[in-house]
């Protein structure tokens, strides 16, 4: 079977969703369920899984035994404030090690902060945490990052939240070529195609949060992305067809024709 492995485990889906940005966490639950992901990431600094009882825990409505609740570092800008969150996380989720640390360095673009991120991954590992990673789509930092010890690479495909696909479809196959653990698209995402054309370039998996939440039916584009993300793993496995510019090449034979 074609699996993701990630840190040693597998999942039969590739499709990782984020639980931001929607109505509410019915609406949440629905849309994960849809998509058929066994990954859903969760912002510790701003969904309650536990830290405020007087507020609804999201866990109530996405069973940890079911999922893996996958920890992330939005809303961080340093090193410090990264590792304090993962550390929160770890005890909140009964000592949960696979995490996604994200450090960014902008409050308007939300692009990574790639020194501090850096930086805190070099801790988080030392620390025993399994560490996927958002980063820029550099190939020189994702190799450091691999060399590091983390457990994924996750370049971001454009902006987070901006929907605009893949910017840059070269670094990301620079990326995919040369990492020799799963790199996975985070960022950007819009639309079924953009997840599709993410695995057609050879990545292992794809997160999204935006292009669910924000969309105007959150479950059906939930099932539409679960879709995508296989057909674009079938065809990446299937191998295209070379492409042929200036020249045409019928389908059919060529020879043997009737009345020829």
Not at 18 to 30: L, Q
Not at 62 to 73: A, G, H, M, S
């Amino acid at each position: 079977m074609d699996q993701l492995v990630i840190a040693g485990h597998g999942y039969y889906s590739r499709l990782l969703i984020g639980t931001g940005k929607y109505r509410d966490f019915a609406a949440t639950r629905a849309a994960i369920e849809a998509s058929g992901a066994q990954i859903v990431t969760v912002a510790i600094r701003r969904t309650n899984i536990g830290q405020d009882p007087k507020q609804p825990n999201l866990l109530e409505f996405i069973d940890p035994v079911r999922y893996v609740i996958l920890p992330n570092t939005a809303g961080c800008y340093s090193a410090k404030e990264a590792v304090r969150t993962l550390r929160l996380a770890r005890e909140l989720l009964d000592g949960q090690t696979l995490v996604k640390l994200e450090v960014l360095g902008d409050a308007d673009n939300l692009f990574p902060n790639m020194p501090e991120t850096l930086k805190a991954a070099e801790i988080l590992i030392k620390d025993g945490f399994q560490v996927m990673v958002y980063c820029a789509d550099d190939p020189i930092q994702a190799r450091m990052l691999e060399d590091m010890g983390c457990a994924a690479i996750m370049p971001l495909a454009s902006l987070i939240g901006s929907g605009m696909g893949i910017v840059n479809p070269w670094n990301l196959s620079l990326i995919i070529r040369n990492a020799k653990i799963p790199v996975l698209v985070d960022a950007g995402v819009g639309t079924a195609s953009d997840a599709t054309l993410a695995m057609e370039l050879g990545c292992d998996g794809v997160l999204m949060n935006s292009a669910v939440a924000l969309a105007q039916d959150p479950v059906l584009m939930a099932s539409a992305m679960k879709k995508a993300v296989q057909a674009g793993r079938e065809a990446y496995l299937a191998g295209r067809m070379p492409k042929k510019f200036y020249r045409a090449d019928p389908s059919s034979p060529a020879t043997g024709l009737i009345g020829a």
